[in-house]
């Protein structure tokens, strides 16, 4: 398995521009996760999809973002418009519960540089 | 709310000492309790978690960790560590939602490893 790819893998862009984060997670998981990491503020859960579905946003720092999973192989999140604090790695990560267990992987992660 | 406390910002150790990474987490049931590790430009790597079970548990890179119900810690240990062990780690608590166990993570301890 190729693991979870996110793309791009850096991604510079001016004030104001609209940002798109892609995210293909690992075939059969129905869990996708978007955290960001930041110096000041370490991981922070952004948004979760169960099939899908969103069932989680509220970590989602306001209405410039938004995050859609339109199919189980495929997620994006955007950020209209980028703002220089938007700065920061982003990563998407997948699971699946096998039994008892609830296998997490993460991506290598888009680091995101607006200037 | 779960939340996690890693005290050591950063750890300093020399090739071949072992190694004691500290983690408490504050969780009302028993928690799914997980240590990754973070290379520089990388994603994050699932090192050991724990369900239930053996309280001891093993993990890749020779690591492991033991959880302790009475002092809610989860330390992550390595007898010898090696230079190619300098990177950042991340311990995180699971708490249920939406069907699974959603992580939350600490801030992360920096070690770094001096030949």
């Known amino acids: 398995d190729a693991g979870v790819i996110q793309s791009p893998r850096h991604e510079v862009t001016e004030m104001g521009q609209e940002v798109t984060l892609r995210c293909k997670p690992i075939s059969g998981h129905d869990y996708l996760f978007w955290y960001r990491q930041t110096m000041m503020r370490g991981l922070e859960l952004l948004i979760y999809?169960?099939?899908?579905?969103?069932?989680?946003d509220s970590g989602m720092p306001e209405d410039r973002f938004s995050a859609k999973m339109p199919n189980a192989s495929f997620s994006t999140l955007k950020i209209q418009p980028s703002e220089p604090r938007d700065s920061a790695v982003y990563f998407c990560?997948?699971?699946?519960?096998?039994?008892?267990?609830?296998?997490?992987?993460f991506g290598s992660g888009t680091r995101l540089t607006v200037v | 709310a779960q939340s996690v406390t890693q005290p050591d910002i950063h750890i300093t150790v020399s090739e071949g000492a072992s190694l004691e990474l500290r983690c408490n987490y504050s969780y009302g049931a028993t928690p799914y309790l997980f240590w990754y590790v973070q290379s520089p430009g990388q994603g994050l790597q699932l090192l050991l978690k724990?369900?239930?079970?053996?309280?001891l548990v093993q993990g890749i890179k020779g690591f492991e960790a033991e959880f302790k119900r009475s002092q809610s810690s989860f330390n992550l240990r390595k007898p010898s560590v090696h230079w190619s062990d300098a990177a950042e780690y991340f311990c995180a608590v699971g708490a249920p939602s939406g069907g699974s166990y959603i992580p939350t993570f600490g801030r992360g301890t920096s070690l770094i490893v001096h030949p």
């Open positions: 999809f169960n099939n899908n579905v969103p069932i989680d």
């Open positions: 724990y369900f239930s079970g053996d309280t």
């Open positions: 990560a997948s699971s699946v519960r096998t039994g008892g267990d609830y296998g997490y992987t």
